[in-house]
């Protein structure tokens, strides 16, 4: 407010004299939104931005960020009817209120689809602002993106605004949206003339042309006898361009063309223009080429094949026009793109089954049918459960019909690449024994190649690294790195199929990273020595490399493995610099973050000192010119966490001191050094697990500067719940005299409150447990802190919060008696399903011991 004054005294000022100096300053309207903005206050933001036009052309992106706030407003006001209840509960000691104010309930859900319609309506005028000086300027910096468009609509669906007109808006938006993303001078087109069909190559190869200025298309079409350019051949080349330029609109103006084909031939127009089956497979592909995950153009893609239907069947024409494998290889290109791997397979047994039926055999599964689906499930593997089991189902039946076919031409003959698909779905895949099930899948193509001869599946050593992969998923290192060794020996046999590469080693010694068992850091340091003695240019160790032997020592160390780690870098370091030693990889920042994150974790005496004077190293070599180690977050975060772990009296300081560095680095413009919430959130650690005085002010300081940050525009320093429960961890376990314990338990009122009435933090099993320890160890032992304990866990049950950090606080901070009060009955190892609903299964354990 104090600097929306300024600005207003500045604005009057430059009103009156009219002079270029008395102008307030452009940055200054621009934080000016932001700080409202952050708040969010979209309505104060607005009127900012409404006097900022007066003087200035605000940024295009400073009116999404209106529009955004608007719609977050019109979320909160829809989904969030019950706050006031809700922030009641705490309140009420006796907690028998629920079912009171049912009235005033049905009066707030009122109120709120007002005030979401409201926010709704303001973020449409902000948008139509953006679309009306997209079309004055041409300037793209004022096109609304699509996610700006979706997020307008979804305000108007929650909001429920004028039911009945609801989906008209949106679709009015819609089409407003279609019409901006269409090209500049096709966007309003409708295709009645050959003419309208032929100026889409304008558009399709505006950048294309050669060095005579003659379209690269242009140069495809062929006149006919009378000189027309309007021939079926003719608007396939173009549909088929469309489909290859990948446009949002390509399906769209390739359906508009083929509708315009069918027209003219109805009408007895042009006779040259009749729709082939290149046609409607242009049509389809692109459709599929536009395909997305949120797109429905694989629906379309569909659709256009039952156009076709309609047409033969209702209309009688297009006849002659049989979909063939091509039509249907690009429908499930539609569905493998838009991640819908089921509908993909339905159109494969679909395509089984004409085989079978049709009598001229023209839709029949080939190599490319069978890839697509196997590829579609493999992408889905890592999200749908059983999809890897799916694709061996798809490649065994294959293999079953390939068998059974006497003549072997009217089945598809699996591959190499069907095999790798299917192991490609195992390693993508989160369930158990995919590794093994991965394995098993090699050692049968090995078979079938060896055994049965047949070369068509032979091994290579994408298959091999697939696999490890998939057993590296699964923790399972010690089998990658004998499989590793066989494709060695294979490899040393003669067999060129199998020869392994650097993602081969690396893949192994990332399974060991992860693999999170003794000794696992030698075993990976022992990889990348052979790598460095093999004369191999396809394995050549590169920062990945060592970044994951540095994670394998981290995770699976023991003691000395950080020492042991920086000699490894300091090793790289001397090879870089000597003359013989060319494609040695240089150490860089990924690698030198590696090492700071084990000197962090290893809880050696000093360790925290190291980091820094690493760290301390990479800003000196940054400064020499050695731009490839320039400190980043994670670098700065990482010196701060280390201290964060530190026992040794004076973390505080310290971490401070490297947060204050980063503000300092981050505010000079230097972005790669911006400090974030875990930044933040490491000092407020180091503050609660210290001795220091009044450390629940200083924490709740810390947290305050956070804020800042992010009204600043620091997006990444957003402040988290994490975040908050550490400022009342460092309130809860305040020691000291009456004074700071009396402030300590204010701040961890004030962070209690912000919590539970923030608009998007959520209250957590631990916010509930370390309040308790707070009311507990700050409030002396009276009636009022039994009935703050008392609501406070009534409010934890209501919420469904109840994990066994709760019942044991509540347990060491009231007396016998009113812990069996408040436990009502219930066993601590049978908490009622009510109780612990909303905290996660591993939490919802009972108390074990007092």
């Known amino acids: 407010e104090m600097l929306e004054k300024r600005l207003r005294i500045l604005f009057q000022r430059f009103e009156n004299t009219k002079q270029e100096k008395d102008k307030p300053p452009e940055g200054m309207f621009i934080q000016m939104i932001e700080a409202w903005l952050s708040f969010p206050l979209p309505s104060r933001a607005e009127i900012v931005l409404d006097k900022m036009e007066e003087l200035y052309q605000p940024d295009g992106r400073l009116y999404e960020r209106i529009v955004n706030a608007w719609c977050f407003e019109a979320e909160q006001e829809s989904t969030n009817p019950f706050l006031t209840e809700t922030a009641a509960l705490l309140e009420d000691d006796d907690n028998n209120n629920d079912d009171k104010g049912g009235a005033s309930q049905q009066q707030e859900q009122e109120l709120g689809k007002m005030r979401a319609t409201k926010a709704s309506q303001m973020a449409m005028g902000i948008l139509n602002r953006m679309e009306q000086l997209y079309r004055e300027t041409g300037d793209v910096d004022f096109r609304p993106a699509l996610s700006t468009y979706t997020s307008v609509m979804n305000a108007f669906r929650r909001s429920g605004a004028a039911a009945s007109g609801t989906m008209e808006l949106i679709d009015h938006l819609t ?25 889409l190559v304008l ?39 469309l489909a290859k330029s990948n446009k949002l609109w390509a399906g769209q103006r390739a359906e508009d063309i083929l509708d315009y084909m069918v027209n003219q031939c109805q009408n007895g127009m042009n006779k040259f223009l009749e729709p082939d089956i290149i046609t409607i497979n242009g049509c389809i592909d692109a459709w599929a080429r536009s395909s997305s995950f949120q797109s429905n153009s694989a629906f379309r893609a569909q659709d256009i094949l039952q156009k076709l239907h309609t047409l033969q069947t209702t209309q009688g024409v297009l006849k002659n026009v049989i979909p063939d494998t091509v039509t249907y290889n690009c429908l499930i290109n539609a569905w493998a793109k838009s991640r819908n791997a089921n509908q993909a397979k339905a159109t494969l047994a679909q395509m089984e089954e004409l085989s079978l039926t049709s009598p001229n055999n023209h839709v029949k599964p080939d190599i490319v049918s069978y890839c697509s689906v196997l590829n579609a499930l493999a992408n889905v593997a890592h999200e749908e459960a059983g ?38 779905s195992h390693a993508n895949s989160r369930e158990p024994g995919s590794g093994d099930r991965a394995l098993l899948v090699l050692e049968l193509m090995q078979d079938m190649a060896t055994k049965g001869g047949n070369a068509d599946v032979v091994p290579d050593t994408f298959s091999y690294n697939t696999v490890l992969k998939a057993l590296g998923n699964c923790r399972q290192a010690k089998k990658a790195h004998e499989v590793l060794e066989r494709m060695e020996n294979e490899f040393e046999n003669g067999d060129h199929h199998v020869r392994p590469d650097t993602i081969s080693y690396n893949t192994v010694i990332r399974a060991y990273a992860k693999n999170r068992e003794k000794g ?9 020595n052979k790598m460095l003695t093999l004369d191999n240019t396809r394995v050549r160790p590169d920062t990945s490399t060592y970044t994951s032997v540095i994670k394998a020592w981290t995770e699976n160390g023991g003691t000395g493995y950080a020492r042991r780690v920086e000699g490894i870098v300091d090793a790289l370091e001397q090879k870089s610099k000597q003359k013989n030693h060319a494609h040695v990889v240089q150490a860089d920042t990924t690698v030198y973050n590696a090492l700071l994150d084990a ?23 940054y400064r020499s010119g050695i731009e490839r180690v320039k400190p980043n977050t994670s670098s700065y975060t990482c010196v701060i966490v280390a201290y964060a772990k530190s026992r040794e009296g004076d973390e505080y300081e310290h971490a401070e001191q490297i947060l204050s560095r980063m503000e300092g680095i981050y505010n000079s413009g230097n972005l790669n050094a911006r400090p974030n919430v875990v930044s933040y959130t490491a000092v407020i650690n180091c503050i609660a697990r210290s001795k220091e005085k009044r450390k629940a002010f200083k924490a709740m300081n810390v947290l305050q500067r956070m804020e800042e940050q992010y009204r600043l525009g620091n997006a990444s320093a957003r402040p988290n719940v994490l975040a908050y429960n550490n400022v009342l961890n460092a309130c809860a376990y305040t020691s000291g005299d009456r004074e700071e314990k009396e402030e300590a338990f204010k701040v961890a009122c004030i962070i209690f409150d912000e919590i539970r009435t923030s608009d998007y933090l959520r209250l957590t099993h631990v916010t509930y447990g370390t309040f308790v320890a707070a009311c507990g160890n700050l409030m002396p032992q009276s009636d009022v802190r039994n009935k703050l304990v008392e609501a406070t866990f009534r409010r934890c049950c209501h919420d469904g919060l109840v994990s066994d950090l709760v019942i044991r606080q509540c347990k060491r901070r009231t007396t016998r ?9 219930v066993q601590e190892t049978k908490l009622p399903f009510k109780w612990t609903r909303n905290i996660a299964k591993r939490e919802r354990r009972a108390i074990i011991s007092p």
Not at 176 to 197: F, G, H, K, M
Not at 217 to 237: C, D, E, M, P, Q
Not at 520 to 528: H, M, N, P, Q, Y
Request: aromatic share 8%; proline share 2%.
């Open 175 to 199: 089409q407003r949206r279609d019409i901006i993303y269409q090209p500049p001078d096709a966007q309003s087109w409708t295709l009645t003339s050959d003419q309208d069909v032929l100026d």
């Open 203 to 241: 558009y399709l190869d505006n950048n294309n042309s050669n060095s005579n200025g003659v379209s690269r298309i242009i140069k495809k079409l062929v006149y006919k006898k009378k000189g027309s350019l309007a021939t079926t051949r003719n608007f396939n080349i173009i549909i088929n361009e």
């Open 387 to 424: 999809a890897a089991k799916k694709a061996e189902a798809i490649l065994t039946r294959m293999h079953r019909k390939y068998h059974s076919d006497s003549n072997k031409k009217n089945a598809v003959k699996p591959n190499t690449r069907c095999f790798n698909i299917v192991l490609k």
């Open 520 to 528: 696992s850091g030698k075993a990976a340091e022992t990889i990348l």
């Open 599 to 621: 000197w962090a974790k290893s809880y050696e005496w000093g360790s925290a000192q190291r980091c820094e004077e690493i760290l301390s190293r990479m800003e000196s070599m």
């Open 817 to 825: 008696d009113m812990y069996i009060e408040l436990m009502n009955n």
